[in-house]
């Protein structure tokens, strides 16, 4: 069903269609309007999930932790601080190996205190474990959402996954949404959660145990492979989504005018959406101009990037977090994965944009494309500053 | 009273690594020969943790999970929110279980929340009065002038300057239907307020006086007469309590001077030195006399 949908609502209506048992979250700015959309839900009975409010972001992951020991689906929702304070969580989670989806309405870190859009909360979670995925419209969202989930279950992969979704830009933005109508087909594509060990009375195992150093490290290793081994399982995700739903957004990457590219934009979240619109433009003057979406940020797609930019000369990477003291993160990622590749000779501009909610708009990109050409490997670049007295 | 086979039902098991001597192992075997098997255990960060479940080696034949340090009421939580949606909870025993450090200091926001949305989890405290497990330093449980290595005794100081925090009272605060405190020296009491908590249904709070052998500095023989001696002097009332109100308390059948209690621990021997540790005991009895008075355990 096509319907217009606040980002939002798209996101809880994902979450609706996949049956959660257990959902657990506490408020935060911009996460509100979902976890107050799935309270309704299960208030009208629509929605047949135990809803725990808690008392913190800690206690939510928490809660869905001790529910997902059990074998159950689960699911929370955060942003920015509250996705920091769970972050010990997350770890947690990751390393007992339990399928916990999480949305990150993503939202700037204070201080100061701001309640816009960026990425630094993501990057901040980078190395925890967890599966990143980072959709790019309200439409992605929801189909991401269903995704998520399927890829968290896979007994290959057994990895939380967090769908980021930029705060008020996607959360609080309306757009049309085609929404699934069966929910026996996301059942045959979800199948329900069939985990090994789990918390069970009759079949009692220990979770958690103290790790010393002679096994420690092997676990460790457990975990970095099914990282590693989910990209095929997130490729699959895509595609059988796209036989049964018929909806696509690229697997790990996607690409937009990459064909006769010689630069390349390089970005992820909602601003995909803007930069495709300035490339069209930035094509009609004759520029040779494509995009690259980072669909999924952990596990890195390093084969899918290296192929895709066989050809080209020029890359700009356009991010919404920054490493005080490195500069981008995406941008250094980016050149490790060229340089290990032997394409260190492609030129890299790495630029931080719109943090805290500064908007990025197409004339902000053209001109970003201009400098660009004058400018050769430069990294940590802020754009757009005011000039302040 | 319990079974012969309840009382040998193996659920946590010999083997584990504790100290010789360790109350809280003790406290744990008791509480889970009447728990028994049908219960799912969440387990803090502590002692407990390391001791019994060294991977590979497990103590527990029940499901048990140790997430955090903070967390055990919470993830408790998740659990009791699972077997409930799955229609799986009747007739299992949701425990969550910390020390006082994971239960009264770093864990309490959890564990409020658990108490204030009335879960239905019996949550254990092993109270043994400080950070046992990262080498004895002090917590909101510990009791006034009490060597710990951050409230060291010294020239400017008799050891902790507080006296522990009231925690009975702050999960009585939250109008829980269950609250008692036990104590490893009255194993009969301690299981008798499991086996009740275990009947009802809603949040519960139950916690145990555990002597530490090397936090108390005291010989690994003494810990039941420690635990006793708390109780006798009054310095640990046992009692039980209905949401805000104290339904019954262990009377002391000899009141007991405070010093002999302390003089056999290491963690209070500077209090025996001079004139002006005597004071400081005399605080202590006074501690004692005021639960004595505001339990009415004489």
Redesign the interface.
């Known amino acids: 069903m096509r319907q217009v949908l606040e980002g939002s609502m798209a996101v809880s209506d994902g979450v609706r269609m996949v049956e959660p048992h257990v959902i657990s979250a506490y408020p935060i700015t911009p996460q509100t309007h979902i976890v107050e959309h799935l309270s309704k839900m299960v208030a009208d009975g629509n929605l047949k999930s135990e809803f725990i409010m808690v008392e913190s972001e800690h206690s939510a992951a928490s809660v869905v932790l001790g529910a997902s020991a059990c074998g159950v689906r689960t699911y929370t929702a955060t942003a920015s601080q509250g996705l920091i304070y769970m972050e010990e969580v997350i770890y947690n989670i990751a390393g007992m190996r339990l399928p916990v989806v999480l949305t990150v309405a993503n939202r700037a870190l204070s201080a100061p205190i701001n309640i816009w859009n960026d990425m630094q909360d993501a990057m901040a979670i980078r190395d925890t474990g967890a599966i990143m995925l980072v959709a790019e419209n309200n439409q992605e969202a929801y189909d991401m959402h269903i995704q998520a989930f399927k890829i968290a279950e896979n007994p290959d992969v057994m990895l939380p996954v967090v769908v980021n979704v930029d705060g008020f830009v996607l959360t609080h933005t309306f757009e049309i949404v085609e929404t699934i109508d069966s929910i026996e087909k996301v059942r045959e594509y979800l199948p329900p959660l069939d985990m090994k060990y789990k918390l069970d009375v009759d079949n009692p195992y220990s979770f958690g145990t103290l790790g010393e150093p002679s096994v420690y490290m092997e676990s460790r290793y457990n975990l970095y492979n099914a990282m590693n081994l989910s990209k095929k399982v997130i490729v699959e995700a895509a595609r059988e989504f796209k036989n049964m739903f018929g909806k696509f957004h690229g697997a790990l990457i996607d690409t937009y005018k990459m064909d006769d590219a010689n630069t390349v934009i390089i970005a992820m979240g909602s601003v995909i959406g803007t930069i495709k619109d300035a490339v069209d433009e930035l094509r009609e003057s004759g520029k040779k101009i494509g995009v690259l979406k980072i669909r999924s940020f952990r596990p890195f797609p390093e084969d899918e990037i290296v192929s895709a930019l066989r050809n080209v000369e020029n890359i700009i990477v356009m991010e919404k977090a920054v490493s005080p003291g490195k500069g981008g993160i995406l941008s250094v990622e980016i050149r490790d994965t060229l340089y290990k590749n032997k394409m260190a000779s492609i030129n890299v501009n790495g630029y931080i944009l719109g943090l805290g909610g500064r908007d990025i708009t197409p004339k902000n990109i053209y001109d970003l494309v201009v400098r660009a050409e004058r400018e050769e490997n430069v990294d940590g670049k802020f754009i757009g500053l005011r000039r302040l007295e | 009273m319990l079974t012969k086979e309840e009382t040998h039902n193996g659920i946590f098991t010999m083997g584990h690594t504790a100290c010789s001597g360790c109350a809280q192992s003790m406290s744990v075997k008791l509480i889970m020969e009447v728990l028994g ?4 255990a ?1 387990t803090s960060t502590g002692c407990l ?2 001791f019994s ?4 080696e ?1 103590s ?9 340090f ?2 055990s ?7 009791e ?6 229609g799986k909870k009747d007739g ?1 025993t949701v425990l969550g279980q910390g020390g006082d450090g994971g239960t009264a200091d770093i864990g309490i ?2 564990l ?2 658990m108490f ?2 009335n879960q239905d989890i019996l949550y254990i405290c092993y109270d043994n009065g400080a950070y046992m497990n990262t080498g004895y330093q002090r917590s909101g449980l510990t009791p006034l002038n009490a060597y710990t290595t951050t409230s060291p005794s010294g020239k400017e100081s008799f050891g902790n300057s507080r006296p522990k925090k009231y925690m009975p009272e702050i999960a009585m605060a939250h109008r829980i239907p269950y609250t008692a405190v036990a104590s490893a020296g009255y194993p009969l009491d301690l299981q008798k307020k499991v086996k009740k908590a275990k009947s009802i249904k809603g949040a519960k709070y139950l916690q145990v006086d555990v002597p530490c052998v090397p936090g108390w500095k005291y010989e690994p023989r003494y810990s039941v007469k420690l635990a006793k001696l708390a109780v006798q002097t009054g310095l640990y009332p046992l009692f039980e309590a209905e949401y805000d109100k104290i339904i019954s308390v262990k009377k002391i059948s000899r009141k007991v001077p405070v010093e002999e209690y302390l003089k056999l621990q290491g963690r209070f021997k500077h209090l025996f030195k001079d004139e002006a540790g005597k004071a400081e005991i005399e605080k202590i009895q006074n501690i004692a006399d005021e639960n004595i008075a505001r339990y009415a355990l004489i």
């Open positions: 098997k049908n219960t799912i969440a943790e390391v479940t060294r991977y590979p497990s527990w034949r029940i499901p048990w999970i140790h997430s955090l903070e967390n009421a919470a993830v408790a939580s998740g659990i929110a699972a077997l409930k949606i799955t299992i926001q959890a409020s929340g204030e949305r």
